[in-house]
């Protein structure tokens, strides 16, 4: 057999540790490896096999130790194969984690003065030879994402929207983490990039005026800490910003789950015609009714519906070139056989669990926006604006593509016909209002961010006028916070005025995280989406945003893998699936029904974030190697769920890792209950680790290998322990749902009795020590449960929580679970 072999730490990652013993940890296919590790002092030690818990088999776990002792310690990592000593390429770094932490804030102010229309200002506090890690980078029109990089290789044209760095220069305490941010305001715009043409070397502010009149500032502002915590200079750097902008107090709030007599639809079940009618394929009145027969013979409890790309009335060859595309009026189109208000009675009708039906649209009115010789534009008075390339440069020009302008390097026909400032409300609400009176009630809103291509101060201005014009109509036509904001990563939402809560008052808006669901990219495509999702979350959840991970077919292209990451974000989770094409499993995983019949998302209030200390973790190399991890806390349940999915390069190979007490102790953050025992209950694999808690964060042991298989995912319910005299009982929530933590409302020890409140029917799981003197009672009537034996000497209690046909159930909106000890 082959010898697989990883390391924990990797080789080129760094960890940090205490002044004290640090074990050091490798996975390996065989039992009998011979492996070593060579000091930066030259000494050598060697791993030896243990026994820990492993989680999906085949896969070992060795160990050794080395002392650590005020200096930055090298580790070269070797093994035998064939008799022959082989020399793991590259070196892991332990840095000594001192007690006393620095920091250190920077900021630089940049103004443009009247008349100034940009400005370029080189940041001296940021040395580009002193830094490497993630920058997040507008690689795309619409899309940022973040790529590891050394600071020296920052493009000089590609714009920069956020620094998470690690120093390497040795001038530099090498326990710091420094966070970069590029504060926009409603005034002008700022993004980085490295030196262009005449430049000298460095990290420069690109900053553009949005406003023609007046001083404009902008900020770009930065926090360095060594207390090895990542997310505390995130944390700190953004809170610098809000002082700038002055919007510290401000608070971010959800939109309301009912309003104007109909619940948030991001709340339901949903559903988009966009892969499931087919990509460029126009909907039609035949095609939405087979695809509503389909959905309604599944019994698919759809709670919201979105008719996406192809429902309006457009006309081609008009703004410039043959394939390019204007919006005509503000009708369907006229192959849909249907009016607008029968098309959304295809669906209601079709199918009748469907409450809320939105439509899609682009913030320009159509891809190319509206057609220049539509009625449209004597009624708004609407008029020409160029666009430039130059207003984002380092864009990859790939051709025509069908949707957008400006992917062709000749900008002579690059004009969009847009309504004045003063006449964009007015064109957004009668377009809304045209909706409503159909019945629709919410919008999926379109390539926002490609507004920035529009030319000069004034393209500027518009391109802010028509998102707070449209977004204030949506509000007054839909009800807040009804607009999916789509293809909107530029300075606004990651660095400005939108994300920062000014644009709202501190009203979330949804916001698409990333690119599409299931492009066709190469090998990577799944994993690189997920990995994108949690990686842009480190920002998005800390702004006036709630992120959506976008759509995903239930029965193709890794349905499980796609599915658990959407119930552990807050946005919509809407399916696409093709007609007769769906898994009933993978879809009732991510739904519930209440006490009063309705089905709701069982999902995460708080979205996934990267496991703090494996932020720097090589996730996504060859061979075996870690997995992608994440970790969401939910409050009620005292509980978090640390999330993994596979994710070797091309998915060739398992990913194998190891959980450390540190790792339970980072995904409880500051909830962590010191002195208390903490079960890790492996929902895929149905098995359980006990934790026996620490006071010492610092002690680190190891508690399981896992494996997972290429395409797998695991959720780890890391629950407290809760006494019931000598038994041990956990509560894990409903057992068949993804994010079944999210069912918990309340969970409280009350002398002898642990009591649970539950919103969603299901099965609900409790790990327990002991069940033979385990009495449950649901809504005050005793009830039966069934059990099933685990390893450690403990029991899997198993729940049954459903409606009865009798009229005689409680008037609650939860189920009220107590357990406790018999007499």
């Not at 900021?107 to 030879?129: A, F, G």
């Not at 015609?273 to 095609?287: A, D, M, Q, Y």
């Not at 075996?624 to 409050?635: C, L, N, R, V, W």
Request: proline fraction near 5%.
């Amino acid at each position: 057999m082959t010898l697989e072999i990883c390391f924990l730490p990797g080789p080129e990652q760094t960890v940090f540790a205490p002044l004290k013993t640090f074990a050091l940890f490798a996975i390996a296919n065989r039992s009998d490896a011979q492996i070593g590790v060579t000091l930066s002092d030259g000494s050598t030690a060697t791993f030896s096999l243990i026994e820990v818990s492993s989680i999906g088999g085949g896969y070992h776990t060795f160990t050794t130790s080395v002392e650590i002792r005020g200096k930055p310690l090298t580790l070269r990592y070797s093994y035998l194969s064939d008799g022959e000593k082989i020399n793991v390429d590259g070196h892991a770094t332990i840095l000594p984690k001192l007690s006393q932490a620095t920091e250190e804030e920077f900021t630089t102010v940049i103004e443009l003065e009247e008349q100034q229309d940009c400005v370029s200002v080189k940041i001296p506090w940021l040395k580009v030879d002193n830094w490497q890690g993630w920058v997040w980078l507008r690689h795309k029109a619409t899309w940022i994402e973040p790529r590891w990089m050394a600071l020296n290789d920052l493009p000089g044209l590609t714009s920069a929207h956020f620094l998470l760095l690690q120093p390497v220069s040795p001038t530099i305490d090498p326990a710091s983490t420094f966070c970069v941010f590029p504060c926009s305001s409603a005034k002008a715009t700022v993004s980085l990039s490295a030196a262009r043409d005449g430049e000298e070397p460095g990290v420069y502010a690109r900053v553009r005026r949005v406003k023609a009149d007046g001083a404009a500032e902008v900020y770009v502002v930065g926090k360095m800490s060594t207390n090895a915590d990542v997310f505390d200079s995130v944390d700190g750097a953004i809170d610098i910003a809000k002082k700038c902008l002055g919007t510290t107090d401000m608070p971010y709030v959800f939109p309301p789950s009912v309003d104007r007599g109909t619940v948030w639809p991001f709340n339901q079940l949903g559903f988009c015609t966009w892969e499931s009618i087919g990509e460029n394929i126009r909907p039609t009145r035949v095609k939405l009714e087979k695809l509503m027969q389909s959905l309604k013979s599944a019994q698919i409890p759809i709670g919201s519906f979105i008719i996406d790309d192809g429902w309006q009335d457009i006309r081609s060859d008009i703004n410039g070139t043959t394939k390019m595309r204007g919006l005509w009026s503000l009708d369907v189109w006229d192959g849909m056989d249907a009016s607008f208000k029968e098309t959304v009675a295809i669906v209601k009708e079709g199918l009748p669990t469907v409450e809320n039906v939105g439509v899609w649209m682009t913030l320009q009115g159509y891809w190319n926006s509206i057609a220049s010789q539509s009625p449209l534009i004597a009624k708004y008075n609407m008029r020409p604006f160029r666009l430039s390339r130059d207003c984002v440069p380092g864009i990859a020009c790939n051709g025509f593509d069908e949707m957008q302008t400006l992917v062709q390097p000749d900008e002579k026909s690059h004009t969009w016909w847009l309504p004045p400032k003063e006449l964009a409300y007015q064109f957004w609400r009668d377009y809304f209002t045209i909706c409503a009176d159909a019945g629709i009630t919410f919008a999926k809103v379109d390539n926002q961010s490609f507004s920035s291509f529009l030319a000069g101060v004034e393209g500027a201005e518009e391109a802010f006028v028509l998102w707070d014009s449209m977004n204030k109509a949506a509000d007054d036509v839909f009800g807040q916070g009804r607009v999916i904001h789509c293809m909107a990563h530029y300075e606004r939402t990651f660095n400005g005025d939108i994300g920062m809560g000014m644009a709202t008052n501190g009203m979330k808006v949804v916001f698409r995280n990333s690119d599409d669901f299931g492009l066709p990219r190469p090998k990577n495509v799944h994993r690189d989406h997920i990995r994108y999702n949690l990686m842009n979350c480190i920002i998005t959840s800390r702004m006036s945003l709630i992120p959506d991970a976008d759509m995903f077919m239930s029965g193709a292209q890794w349905p499980e893998y796609h599915a658990v990451l959407r119930a552990f974000f807050p946005g919509p989770v809407l399916l696409s699936d093709e007609a007769e094409e769906h898994d009933l499993a993978v879809i009732h995983n991510l739904i519930g029904r209440t006490t009063a019949g309705h089905y709701e998302l069982v999902k995460a209030h708080n979205p996934a974030l990267p496991i703090r200390s494996r932020i720097w973790e090589q996730s996504i190399g060859s061979g075996i190697g870690p997995s992608i991890k994440a970790s969401s806390y939910f409050p009620p349940a005292k509980s978090s769920a640390l999330v993994m999915w596979s994710s070797r390069d091309h998915a060739v190979h398992s990913s194998t890792d190891i959980i450390l007490s540190s790792d339970v102790v980072d995904v409880l953050g500051q909830y962590v209950l010191q002195n208390t025992r903490y079960v890790l209950w492996f929902a895929k694999m149905e098995e359980a680790v006990f934790f026996g808690g620490t006071a010492d964060p610092r002690s680190v042991f190891p508690l399981a290998e896992v494996t997972l298989s290429p395409q797998m995912h695991e959720v780890i319910t890391v629950a407290p322990l809760h006494k019931l005299g000598y038994i041990e009982i956990a509560c894990l929530g409903l057992l068949k749902k993804y994010a079944g933590l999210a069912a918990i409302a309340d969970t409280e020890l009350i002398g002898t009795t642990l009591k649970t409140s539950i919103l969603f029917e299901g099965e609900l799981g409790f790990v327990v020590t002991d069940a033979s003197r385990i009495k449950v009672y649901v809504n005050d009537e005793s009830v039966t449960f069934s059990t099933v034996e685990l390893k450690e000497s403990a029991v899997l209690l198993k729940v049954e929580l459903s409606i009865p046909d009798s009229s005689g159930f409680p008037k609650l909106d939860h189920w009220q679970v107590n357990l406790l000890l018999a007499e």
